[in-house]
């Protein structure tokens, strides 16, 4: 296939970027997830479930050429000088459809709260298209929420999207979404405080590190780690297995080897050197080594997290064909690399690695960006939850973390 031309917008957007870009994060956002699965389990929404006759959709893309596209703040290109947003825009003149852009959502739980009534009861959310983690995904496809995509509507889906985000536990036949960026959590340290580290062992172990480490509060980068560090799959664990990883961070926290445990917060601690290593998220990394070299991020071989955010059509939009053009837009090589220039997660979209390297070869060449087969061999999802089994294992892992 003849790689497509470099957009003329993507060398300005990337200098733009390197030079003013805030150190706000999509994953900055997350703090508040820690009691999400909690409250997702405490909604009373079971029940509520919709399916594809109780609750049709109405597509008017034919005549409306529009739609409504919900997203997380500094989550997609942006040129620092203007404020403009180079990609969509570019797809606006393309395809002659006018996208009102929200940057609305800023913590799963709070989002879905904002959003359930009406998709419980079948009414329009005013949104044609949102970004959700993917554990939200799998909630939203089980209760019937979303609409089924035609995936023959998007080639360059079908082409191009990352054998590793195919077939996941949370939307196995690839029908209800498509991946928008994903990231990695695993182990960091301030070179400058501290010798290297490898595993979660030595994190959770290691003397000269007591009282210098940080965990995160989200249950699933947690304790997925421990998961794995204990040789148990965290895609698929049994309570038992939970309860032995989870008792490994118990006797961490109480010998005071934890200091904290944080959502994105613990970014400036690293970076000042306060704390000497933590679990955290690949993204925030890179961009705090753009700073410092000396602060690393390490995929231990025991494996790392794979989480992605994904696009989904929630049920009676209105617009779904123009959603899907722009989905199928996005997974173009040369407009992926433009995003992920900006973003700095991993771009799920193959041959956006070769366009990069027209836009910015360091970036081409890194693996938190672009991992190799071989990260991404140990990387793992965390298994899908019901809901007492979130209500259970959050209550389990809050009475750990003392939150």
Known sequence: MRRPQLMPEAAAVVAAHRSSRSGLSRRTLLGGAVAAGAALAGCGIEGTRQSEQSCPSTDLSATERRLVFANWPQYIDVDDRDGSRPTLEAFERRTGIRVDYLEEINDNDQYFGKIQNQLAACRPTGRDLMVVSDWLLGRLVDLGWVQRLDLAAMPNVQRNLLPSLRGRAVDPTGTHAVPWQG????????????????????????????????????????????????????????????????????????????????????????????????????GDIIQLAGDDPRIRFVAPDSGVMLYSDDMVVPNQAAHRANAQRLMDYYYDPTVAATVAAYVNYICPVEGAQAAMEKIDPELAANPLIFPTRALLARASGFMPLTQPESRLYNDKFQAVIGA
């Open 183 to 282: 990231g990695l959590a695993g182990l960091a340290y301030n070179g400058r405080v501290t010798a290297e580290i490898r595993t979660v062992d030595e994190l959770l172990t290691r003397p000269d590190l007591k009282g210098r480490v940080t965990l995160l509060s989200e249950l699933r980068d947690t304790m997925g780690l421990l998961l794995q560090a204990r040789g148990h799959d965290p895609g698929d664990f049994t309570e038992a297995q939970f309860d032995d990883a989870l008792e490994v961070l118990r006797r961490s926290v109480e010998a005071g080897q934890i200091r904290r445990f944080t959502g994105n917060d613990y970014a400036p601690d690293l970076k000042r050197g306060d704390i000497a290593a933590c679990i955290g998220w690949s």
